[in-house]
């Protein structure tokens, strides 16, 4: 193999001189190429002889050097482009602007609107004969002249402006949140480099601008970017399960199967691959390209299925790469279901907006129908008219009015502005994370971030800088405390460890000078290998002349370092035809393999068992315990003849002769102590998982502060915690490892298997009052379960390998662990915002529903017009949900416990300042309505005629409506019952544009609305009751906030579910085809009237029989077939394990559950489905009553394993 590599740099100028004229003939064409990709192991053996030669053969028609790699002028690397495509798979279209907005305008709310605008737009152009004020009653006449029923179009056409506003700012929002998912997908594309030979130097170029012709550097961890055929391998071993689906490791080699293909990973070794197939040619590309051409044909057909769903639809597309699911899961996509991606907390929020939707819908109802009735009973039963064929027209105009007065009600009541500040509040979180060194893969990881509990941490280059060096040695018999002086070791010696050091690590890892003129030489490639190579330097050697004597392609065979190994071994064929083993690895495991050590004078002496002891106590166990890595470096002869069997690795790891153990420092990174500290305080607790010696790792853990002097703690060995935790049978016990994690601070020589069992174990565990949230940092191939198996897996962005950011949901882009303290920082602070604008947002509901609904049937007219109804829902949905969501996080946010995953989303504290600020806007709206005639001395605007212009009246409710709204908004800044409301404000620039803007806009509907708003110009002194009103708001929620919440037991019910009510049966089956929750009860309102009777006589025979505050023991329906369709897709993606979440009304969650582990077959073939897996509160028997257990004591025999 070597003589034929070499040989190849001979023709390579030759060729290119005598080619370079017609540079677009190659050898090969496009379609001969893809078609040899399709071929597999010998068969493409066979074909690269028969066709080509050899492989070198295959890089002359590639016009390419297998040592050397491309030239790179940028001509010819141009001219491949064009001819072989360009290595990048195009992405799906986003979304239109015009598309956007057709989405926005789906919502049934507005749809309806839009319907009752147009219907009065009709009716006010429509002008009946004759004299019809008389005929038609005196609820009709009053004082209209004619300019004024000339202006009657105007309400209509405002209503129809200020939808089309609604529907502008909703497709706006999503369209950036569209455009910034694209942003992070392309930096996630951008920050991977792969590294290939061109012009005989190994550069790193973006996966993008890789050619076919290129020669790449494959190495283990890589996730191979393009196809390939293998040119030279060492050991290699790639999974190729996402492309075959068999999770077996397939072991490559030149001479039986070469072919690489794109989207594998590296599990084990390295090698050079000859690039053959890029972009859309290559095995995922075709694979791409086929999905993308059977999307468009799907997509025709399911245009109809594809209405019901909102802009969620598409918005995750592109992060989800790292759960391509199996085949299942892609018939499931296929079948025309939009992917939704909901996190815990968008569950709760959908949730919450349903059951305040279902009250807002009930209460417009009712004020049609009561405003209905009023006019009819008055017209034809007291004033005792006909209904006459010409005055239809005029009562029609009323019924209109009405309906349009219900709808805005139900405008109001519903809170789309929810699901907009959760995504708001995310993306924004997401953007400014990225700053902080995190890039978020996927969104709702930033949220669980904020409920982590626990985190499990390497310790390398994560609690470390990486950056090894070598301190002490052990040479020849004497122990140096620094780096020795070279001329004092024995020179045989000193020759052995420069040779074994150069030779037996991988050519990758090399030191460069500086890029500073004072800053420390660049380690490059593995970092260990990096200390070494340091080392030899320190030494006064040079370990390139010794690889260019040996140059990669003359390694006779390489054992490459893996988690079974813990050691890496390369062979050498001699000038005598013997071999030569170098091998390097964790000390105590290479040294009991080592029969012999050199002496002081550089000779081999016997070195048995008792010497090993006592080396281990006298060197090894006084460097672990100043903290460092101890790596033993031996060697072994064979002879030439009888070659040695070298695939039976277990003849050939032994008898090794012990030439140095070196002690290598990895300095604590000066910001993680700090770092760990804020986590304990934050009451998160930190574990440290690695693979090092145990002194080594505790003495690192103390330095970090995981364990501090005087705490009971443990710190185990991988073994010793297999052996506790596995019962006779070798089988993981839970309660074994309960016993075990809450304790346990160091976890060292583990494996990963190890680090999966201890993190899966922490998140099932039963121990404690909630389930634990667990983040677990990786950056090796072998972490990839681990990571996926925790509810928020942290690669690492420099050291990580692809296959651990495939698995990871954020990435570190600066390997540091302060990094994660940040993350959790964000995660909470997307929950307070929420929160913050859910305080707000329900005031203004409460309010604005009682105010339309006592104010429709006491003067028959609602005080707030329907379009200043649709001015209030824009600010608070809107424009609130910008501000409120992007308040920056504090430190303050790591000063409390993490909230736990069944927090009500709404605290005592909040429930308190709701109603306390309901109750003051509700007092100041009334006694304006009632009383504001008489008090600012103007025309009362109850009772107006149908047409009549606005008054002074109702203008100054509605200004002092939204004033208090303005004010309100600043008191919601706060949730945990702060005094100091303004504290920070000014670190918010959005808040402060956003409050001030709108007060602008507010002056100007005011002074120059006019009819369109109802709105008459305001003097100056009613402006300044106005405000003095609004700002009442900030005096009342310093009242509020004195007010102990714990004095206040009726609030306790508020935050959490009080009755385990029941989805009607009809509901269930009625339409299993929709997803859309909000929308879906809109259209229930009929079943929901006929239910109102039968729920309150049960709940009356409940309270009864219980007075307790849980309702559990409610006979449910029986359900036999039907399950929530919340369940039903993938696209809800509820997290590993949901427990038991309260909210407003716990309704939903419970029997969801129920009913889908009721119904569904066991084995259930969506892999997202693991809301069964562990912590929830499930009713296993529906029909029967009362077999749920308390909140806190999940049934926890279901296990559905990933």
């Known amino acids: 193999m070597g003589d034929m590599t070499n040989s190849a740099v001979d023709f390579y100028p030759k060729n290119q001189r005598g080619e370079s004229n017609h540079a677009g003939e190659f050898g090969c064409s496009l379609n001969e190429l893809r078609s040899f990709m399709e071929l597999r192991g010998s068969e493409a053996v066979q074909k690269i002889q028969d066709t080509y030669g050899d492989m070198n053969g295959f890089c002359r028609r590639l016009k390419t050097s297998p040592t050397e790699g491309l030239a790179g002028n940028p001509a010819d690397l141009e001219n491949r482009r064009q001819t072989f495509g360009r290595n990048f798979i195009p992405p799906k279209k986003p979304k239109t602007f015009l598309q956007l907005i057709w989405e926005a305008l789906q919502d049934v709310t507005l749809i309806i609107l839009e319907l009752a605008a147009i219907i009065s737009l009709g009716l006010s152009f429509y002008q009946p004969p004759g004299e019809r004020s008389e005929m038609c009653g005196s609820a009709a006449g009053g004082v209209e002249d004619e300019g004024e029923s000339e202006a009657g179009w105007i309400e209509g056409a405002a209503i129809l402006l200020s939808v089309i506003c609604v529907v502008f700012v909703t497709a706006f929002n999503d369209w950036s949140k569209e455009k910034q998912f694209r942003g992070l997908q392309s930096r996630i594309e951008q920050e991977q480099k792969f590294a290939v030979v061109r012009g005989g130097q190994v550069i790193q170029i973006p996966v993008s601008e890789i050619v076919t012709g290129d020669i790449a550097q494959i190495k283990y961890g890589d996730l191979l970017p393009a196809d390939g055929i293998l040119i030279q391998g060492n050991d290699l071993k790639i999974d190729e399960s996402s492309l075959t689906g068999e999770?077996?490791?397939?072991?490559?080699?030149?001479?039986?199967?070469?072919?690489?293909?794109?989207?594998?990973?590296?599990?084990?070794?390295?090698?050079?691959?000859?690039?053959?197939?890029?972009?859309?040619?290559?095995?995922?590309?075709?694979?791409?390209?086929?999905?993308?051409?059977?999307?468009?044909?799907?997509?025709?057909?399911?245009k109809k299925a594809k209405k019901q769903d909102g802009a969620a639809a598409m918005e995750m597309q592109p992060l989800k790469s790292a759960e391509g699911g199996d085949g299942d899961d892609k018939e499931k996509k296929k079948s025309g279901t939009p992917k939704k991606e909901k996190s815990v907390l968008q569950g709760k929020l959908t949730k919450l907006a349903v059951q305040i939707g279902k009250a807002g819908l009930v209460m417009s109802a009712i004020t049609v129908i009561i405003l209905v009735l009023y006019f009819a009973i008055d017209t034809f039963v007291i004033q005792k008219l006909q209904w006459l064929p010409e005055c239809t027209p005029v009562y029609i105009q009323f019924f209109v009015k009405f309906f349009i007065i219900g709808v805005t009600v139900l405008v109001v009541a519903v809170p789309e502005g929810l699901p907009l500040a959760v995504t708001i509040s995310l993306a924004y979180s997401v953007k400014k994370m990225m700053k902080d060194n995190n890039l978020v893969r996927h969104l709702d990881a930033c949220e669980t971030m904020g409920n982590a509990t626990a985190i499990c941490s390497d310790k390398t280059g994560t609690l470390t800088t990486n950056r090894m060096t070598v301190v002490q040695a052990y040479v020849g018999d004497v122990h140096y405390k620094e780096v020795p002086d070279p001329d004092t070791l024995p020179s045989k010696s000193l020759d052995m460890l420069v040779?074994?050091?150069?030779?037996?690590?991988?050519?990758?890892?090399?030191?460069?000078?500086?890029?500073?003129?004072?800053?420390?030489?660049?380690?490059?490639?593995?970092?260990?290998?990096?200390?070494?190579?340091?080392?030899v330097l320190d030494l006064k050697r040079d370990y390139q002349t010794v690889r260019d004597q040996t140059p990669e392609e003359k390694l006779y065979k390489v054992y490459t370092f893996n988690s079974e190994r813990k050691s890496m071994s390369t062979v050498i064929k001699m000038q005598d035809g013997s071999f030569r083993m170098y091998s390097k690895g964790a000390s105590e495991i290479v040294l009991k393999k080592c029969s012999n050590i050199l002496n002081t004078a550089g000779e081999a002496r016997v070195f048995r068992p008792r010497d090993r002891d006592e080396m281990v106590k006298k060197v090894i166990e006084p460097m672990a315990c100043d903290g460092l890595r101890t790596i033993c470096i031996a060697f072994r002869d064979f002879p030439g003849s009888p070659e040695p069997d070298w695939d039976n690795e277990n003849n050939i790891l032994i008898d090794l002769t012990c030439i140095a153990v070196v002690g290598i420092e990895d300095p604590v990174r000066p910001e993680v102590p700090e770092a760990i500290r804020k986590c304990q305080r934050a009451g998160i607790t930190v574990r440290m998982v690695t693979g090092d010696n145990i002194n080594t790792a505790r003495a690192i853990a103390i330095k970090c502060g995981i364990i501090n002097p005087g705490e009971d703690f443990i710190c185990l060995e991988g073994k010793d915690f297999n052996r506790r935790i596995r019962n006779e049978k070798g089988e993981v016990e839970q309660e074994r490892i309960d016993k075990i994690w809450p304790k346990l601070r160091v976890l060292a020589r583990s494996s990963p298997t190890d680090k999966h069992t201890l993190v899966k174990g922490i998140i099932d565990s039963l121990h404690g009052e909630r389930r634990q949230v667990v983040a677990v940092t990786g950056d090796g191939t072998n972490d990839g379960p681990a990571l996926k198996k925790a509810d928020v897996g942290f690669a690492m962005g420099i050291a990580g390998t692809d296959v651990a950011k495939e698995a990871s949901d954020i990435i570190l882009t600066d390997d540091n662990f302060s990094s994660i303290v940040k993350a959790v920082m964000w995660g909470r602070n997307v929950y307070d915002s929420i929160s913050k604008f859910l305080q707000f947002q329900l005031t203004v509901n409460v309010v604005a529903v009682i105010v339309a609904f006592t104010g429709a049937c006491i003067t028959q007219?609602?005080?707030?017009?329907?379009?200043?109804?649709?001015?209030?829902?824009?600010?608070?949905?809107?424009?609130?949900?910008?501000?409120?969501?992007?308040?920056?996080?504090?430190?303050?946010?790591?000063?409390?416990?993490?909230?736990?995953?069944?927090?009500?989303?709404?605290?005592?504290?909040?429930?308190?300042?709701?109603?306390?600020?309901?109750?003051?806007?509700?007092?100041?709206?009334?006694?304006?309505?009632?009383?504001?005639?008489?008090?600012?001395?103007?025309d009362s605007g109850r009772n107006a005629p149908l047409h009549a212009p606005p008054s002074e009246h109702y203008t100054i409710i509605f200004n002092t409506f939204v004033l208090m709204q303005l004010f309100n908004e600043i008191n919601a800044r706060k949730i945990h019952g702060e005094k100091n409301v303004f504290d920070g404000i000014f670190r918010n620039p959005i808040f402060c544009s956003i409050v001030f803007g709108t007060f602008a806009i507010q002056i100007v509907i005011i002074q120059f609305g006019g009819k369109p708003f109802s709105c008459i110009p305001l003097q100056i002194d009613q402006w300044l009751w106005c405000i003095v009103l609004g700002v009442g708001e900030l005096l009342w929620g310093q009242i509020i906030s004195s007010i102990p919440t714990n004095r206040l037991k009726f609030l306790k019910e508020a935050g959490h579910g009080t009755q385990k009510d029941d989805i009607p049966e009809e509901e269930l089956n009625e339409d299993a085809e929709e997803i859309d929750h909000a929308e879906r009860e809109l259209r229930r309102g009929q079943i929901l009237w006929f239910r109102g009777l039968n729920r309150i006589q049960t709940q009356i025979r409940v309270v009864k029989a219980f007075r307790s505050s849980l309702y559990e023991g409610l006979e449910k329906p029986e359900s036999k077939s039907s399950i929530h369709n919340f369940m039903t897709h993938p696209e809800f993606r509820i997290d590993d394990s949901q427990p038991h979440i309260p909210l407003i009304d716990d309704t939903d969650i419970e029997e969801d559950v129920a009913l889908k582990q009721n119904s569904s077959p066991p084995s259930s073939p969506n892999k997202n489905n693991n809301a069964i897996d562990s912590g929830i509160n499930l009713t296993t028997d529906t029909s029967k009553s009362a077999t749920s257990s308390s909140p806190g004591s999940p049934l926890h025999s279901l296990e559905t394993s990933l």
Not at 503 to 515: F, Q, R, V
């Open 247 to 302: 999770s077996d490791h397939v072991r490559k080699s030149a001479d039986k199967d070469p072919m690489l293909l794109s989207g594998t990973h590296v599990m084990e070794g390295s090698g050079k691959m000859l690039v053959s197939a890029v972009g859309v040619n290559s095995q995922t590309g075709i694979i791409f390209t086929l999905l993308g051409a059977g999307g468009e044909e799907e997509e025709k057909k399911d």
């Open 499 to 535: 040779n074994a050091i150069s030779l037996n690590s991988a050519y990758t890892s090399k030191i460069l000078p500086p890029e500073k003129e004072v800053g420390l030489p660049r380690q490059v490639g593995n970092k260990t290998e990096c200390g070494l190579l340091g080392f």
């Open 861 to 938: 007219d609602s005080p707030l017009k329907a379009v200043q109804m649709l001015w209030v829902n824009l600010i608070m949905d809107t424009f609130a949900s910008l501000a409120l969501a992007t308040e920056p996080p504090t430190e303050a946010l790591l000063m409390r416990k993490p909230y736990g995953r069944n927090k009500p989303l709404i605290s005592r504290t909040m429930m308190k300042n709701i109603l306390g600020h309901g109750i003051y806007q509700l007092t100041v709206i009334f006694t304006l309505l009632f009383a504001g005639e008489t008090i600012f001395n103007i």
